[in-house]
């Protein structure tokens, strides 16, 4: 009840105290003036008010920082269209035989009698012994290699190379390869590749899935 005879009925939930503090720290419009303050114990407007905010304050934090993602993936994209463009690099006629050796066309290499092991020409993953890893892990590698690739955010290229060397066990010459590329990935895609990790990014492999290809060198 208010100190004052004349003075309404406190609403349910107030006290002599909320009355008291809301008097100290707001002016004073009636007896009973509307309070800030309305429970002081148990799940009430005030610890509502509260769980409502942080909620709403952390699904805005979390459209931030993918707003953040989208505006540095378009960046990066955008820088990379002003690169010189590599697609050659994987349309070119070359192969590399058994042998380790560069031919200009797979028919070139076929008139040598050599057997054709890869398209493109011979490099630090032409190897018997990687390209047998390549097969058998044709259907999950780029899941694995981005796997990888996250641990190097905060454990750097040692990291990502021990993770490496454990799931797939390629020479150490195609491992390095590998790391190159997942460095200069993290160094210049960062945002692009958090986006694809969080499954908003697409794939670019053929038919939209890993390991489908023609089997089949150009040329």
Known sequence: MCEAQEAPQCPVGYTLIDLQMEN???PRIGPCPRLRVICLSGIGPRQFCNLLCTAFSLLGLFVLVIAIFFIGSAVELNETRRLPDTDWVYHSPRV?????ATFPTRGAAQSAGALVRSCGECGQCSNAHDILVYWATKSNMTKETTACAMRAVLGGRETATSCMLNKFNMTIGCNECWIDNIM???A????????YRM?????????????????????
């Open 24 to 26: 100290q720290s707001s």
């Open 96 to 100: 590399c035989s058994a042998q380790n």
């Open 184 to 186: 200069c990935d993290l």
């Open 188 to 195: 210049n895609c960062v945002f692009t590749c958090l986006l």
């Open 199 to 219: 499954g908003w990014g697409g794939s670019n492999n053929v038919g939209g899935r890993e390991g489908a290809s023609s089997g089949r060198c150009p040329g």
